[in-house]
């Protein structure tokens, strides 16, 4: 519901500010007022394109801001997908800058036009005598019918099971071609796959291959090098270790003088334990030195067959050739395990299909008990509007195929006349027709679900007499229901308002600037006089008013 409308520097306004509350509120004024300035920065703040002209100040920037209680209709998600905070009390602005550009915010977080054109489906409908098109729709005849049917969650259920069915149908197709070309593969990558397995390749065995044979390969230098290591550190005349105990039993010797010298003596000691320690492993290495040519050639084998898959498979690294092996073996277990996969994709498709047609089916026999209702009350409230012989035949028909919103097909005839030709709306319904037909299905659905702010938009043009009053009591008991907006020239309709505004204009330093107010009773009174009888209001015009107001 829209509670405040805030606009600054747009077109001929300089600065409004209007609350709006639940029920009927009425918005008058003379032709070229600025009733349409109104509704175009209503649309300009939930997402229509942005035009430099709209400025009235053009060093100045545009700023529209729409606060809406959003508490009733369920948004929550919706803001979470779209990554917005949730405020029940949801502000949204708009601002046109002098350089151009334009900007948005929901809840002071920027977002694109298109998250605003989303939200505004959600908040506000906009109706106005050209705009029925959607009633000619499948989709909104079925959305008619599923409101009086109580159809929603069900159809939320249904939605979820189909997109579970499709993403099933899909990666069973993907199956079923995979398995196609990979029984073409089969033989191929079948060999692949045991060569690979049975050469029982490790992560990193490569590496430890290369370093091994290394060693080998030059066994003799590194022996030489190790015994010669042991000999500096163990010759007895000037080996290092005879050095160090030398050193050690010098310093020993002066160690009680200072702590300092002690400090030396220990460090010596330590040097000591770490040579003997690094003369103990060197030893040991000495032994393992082994120069092996089976050793050798065996080892030189394994790494050649390892240098000749990464060729075949042009890769560079064992980890690689294992990744290579685990695919094959994914391809391989596809057709082997073939009959297997398909049967476990199926079942859960059938299992699918069945949750599917126990929920169609009970949307249908919902929707079939719904059509003599809703065709009732069509009929009803258009015989209010003057068209008393309107009448609609619905058919229903459940089908094989599983479409967005069930598997109904879905027939809605018209016929203007008794005894006349039924068939689509918009072949045999008038312009006039099919905006009294959007009004009585309004009303409908403002019964049974929670409907965004309606703006009709001077839907009255044309209407006189009676069904301008009948126009005027469908209008108030929808806001009994829902919150209602109505742009008119009818005095009838005026006087229906829980609040009543007034659009007019008044030059202001030499500049012409449109203004809305809300007016009071006294106000109502002359304005729908003028409405009735045009600025000169007589007194009959003022009676006449005061008696619209009353009833």
Known sequence: MLTTLSISNYA?????????????????????????????????????????????????????????????YG????????????????????????????RAFVNDMPVTLSVLNLLKEKLIDVHSQHKTAQLSESSYQFHILDALAGNFELLEKYSNELKIYKKLQKELQVLLQSQEAAKQEYAYNSHLFKELEQSGLKDYEQEELEETIDKLNNSEAISSALVESVNLAGNEQVGIQTGLNQMKNTLDKISGFSDEFESYATRVGSLIIELNDVVFELEKSIESVDVNSDEIDRLNDRLQLIYTLQKKHMVSTVKELIIVRDALEVKVCQVENASELLEEKELAITKVVKKLNAISLEVHTKRKISIPKLTKQLEEVLSKLGMVNASFNIGLSHSDNYYFNGKDELKFLFSANKGGHYDELKKVASGGEMSRIMLGVKLILSKYTKLPTII????????????????????????????????????????????????????????????????????????VAEILGGKNISESALEHAKELLKA
């Open 12 to 72: 001929l306004i300089k600065e409004l500010q209007t609350d709006f509350k639940k029920g009927l509120s009425i918005i008058t004024g003379e032709t070229g007022a600025g009733k349409s300035i109104v509704l175009g920065a209503l649309g300009l703040v939930m997402g229509n394109r942005a035009d430099l002209n709209s400025l009235k100040d053009n060093k100045k920037k545009c700023v529209i801001e729409a606060t809406f209680s959003v508490d009733d």
């Open 75 to 102: 948004l929550k998600k919706f803001f979470e997908q779209e990554d917005l905070d949730y405020e029940e009390q949801t502000i949204i602005r708009r601002e046109i800058l002098p350089s151009g550009k334009s």
């Open 456 to 527: 009709f938009d001077e839907i009255d043009t044309g209407v006189s007499g009676d069904v301008s009053n009948k126009i005027a009591d469908i209008m108030q008991e929808m806001g009994a229901y829902m919150q209602v907006i109505t742009i008119t020239h009818l005095p009838q309709i005026a006087a229906k308002g829980d609040a009543h505004f007034k659009v007019y204009k008044e030059d202001v330093d030499g500049i012409t600037t449109t203004f809305l107010k809300p007016l009071t009773y006294e106000e109502r009174v002359i304005e």
